[in-house]
């Protein structure tokens, strides 16, 4: 398997454009997660799926995120409108079960100017 | 709440000597207790993870890792660091379903 794929691995926007992130987790695994890294958050969770469907997006900032999964194969993650302090890096990551060790992405790096 | 903290932000050892990065955790129950590499520009990479049984855990490249309960810690070691050490290290603890990462350490390797 090649691991978890995400793309695009750079995005630079402008500060109201609206942002599509898109993972390809390894197949079978049943959960996916989306993580956010800053120099002053760290590594944050926003939200994961179990078996395409959300269960907890409780770390998902604002309304302007919003997260899917039609199916096992494929999530995004979406910023509408964007802004400058969402620049970041966006990992997604997928696990066989929660709690288990969890495959990371290469991640995408968002910049909003 | 569960918690990870890393100690060191930084710490710079010459190639060749003992490493050691710190980790202490707070959870309430027996914990699932990760440390994950990065590398710049790169995702994170799993080095090893302790679950239960034997406390001191194998990782890749050459890394291990002791879990003690007692003082609610899980520090990596590497006897001998290569210079392709250089990058940054994140302890983690599974709370529920959910990673709780640490801040991160990063690593300098100096020749």
């Known amino acids: 398997d090649a691991g978890v794929i995400q793309s695009p691995r750079h995005e630079v926007t402008e500060m109201g454009q609206e942002v599509t992130l898109r993972c390809k987790p390894i197949?079978?695994?049943?959960?996916l997660f989306w993580y956010r890294q800053t120099m002053m958050r760290g590594l944050e969770l926003l939200i994961y799926?179990?078996?395409?469907?959300?269960?907890?997006d409780s770390g998902m900032p604002e309304d302007r995120f919003s997260a899917k999964m039609p199916n096992a194969s494929f999530s995004t993650l979406k910023i509408q409108p964007s802004e400058p302090r969402d620049s970041a890096v966006y990992f997604c990551?997928?696990?066989?079960?929660?709690?288990?060790?969890?495959?990371f992405g290469q991640g995408t790096r968002l910049t909003v100017v | 709440a569960q918690s990870v903290t890393q100690p060191d932000i930084h710490i710079t050892v010459s190639e060749g000597a003992s490493l050691e990065l710190r980790c202490n955790y707070s959870?309430?129950?027996?914990?699932?207790l990760f440390w994950y590499v990065q590398s710049p520009g790169q995702g994170l990479q799993l080095l090893l993870k302790?679950?239960?049984?034997?406390?001191l855990v194998q990782g890749i490249k050459g890394f291990e890792a002791e879990f003690k309960r007692s003082q609610s810690s899980f520090n990596l070691r590497k006897p001998s660091v290569h210079w392709s050490d250089a990058a940054e290290y994140f302890c983690?603890?599974?709370?529920?379903?959910?990673?709780?990462f640490g801040a991160g350490t990063i690593l300098r390797v100096k020749s």
């Open positions: 990551a997928s696990s066989l079960i929660g709690n288990t060790e969890a495959f």
């Open positions: 197949s079978g695994h049943d959960y």
């Open positions: 799926f179990n078996n395409n469907v959300p269960i907890d």
């Open positions: 959870y309430g129950a027996t914990p699932y």
């Open positions: 302790y679950f239960s049984g034997d406390t």
């Open positions: 983690a603890v599974g709370a529920g379903i959910k990673l709780v």
